[in-house]
Nanobody, 124 residues
Framework: QVQLVESGGGVVQAGGSLTLSCAAS????????LAWFRQAPGKEREVVGS????????YLTDSVRGRFTISRASAKNTAVLQMNDLKPEDTAIYYC?????????????????WGQGTQVTVSS
């Protein structure tokens, strides 16, 4: 069983920065790849970025590349999404997701575990 807890959302002005963290609690030693998704009102859930188990490969969607980074914290089961130069179109609920595999995917159906979500609001 895996539990994911996000933190770090909030309200920021356009051009500002936020850091989201996702702490994964696991009962046994597992191979867990992590990803961040977001969902804005009236839109489908979309991938923001993903990270393979050993962080050897990361992915960021085109709309955030160059502004966001995804990484693991020193505690290996913690994923960090650093968001810089935020834009109003980044406003959404951000979800952390976990996949019991050493390869992270980009589609929601590939993920077995989800956090509760954290709201990010960017004002213009």
């Amino acid at each position: 069983q895996v539990q994911l807890v996000e933190s770090g959302g909030g309200v920021v002005q356009a051009g500002g920065s936020l850091t989201l963290s996702c702490a994964a609690s696991v009962r046994t030693r597992v191979t867990l790849s992590l990803a961040w998704f977001r969902q804005a009102p009236g839109k489908e859930r979309e991938v923001v970025g993903s990270m393979d188990w050993n962080a050897g490969r990361t992915y960021l969607t085109d709309s955030v590349r160059g502004r966001f980074t995804i990484s693991r914290a020193s505690a290996k089961n913690t994923a960090v999404l650093q968001m810089n130069d935020l834009k109003p179109e980044d406003t959404a609920i951000y979800y952390c997701a976990g996949h019991l595999s050493n390869r992270a995917g980009t589609a929601p159906y590939e993920y077995d575990y989800w956090g509760q979500g954290t709201q990010v609001t960017v004002s213009s």
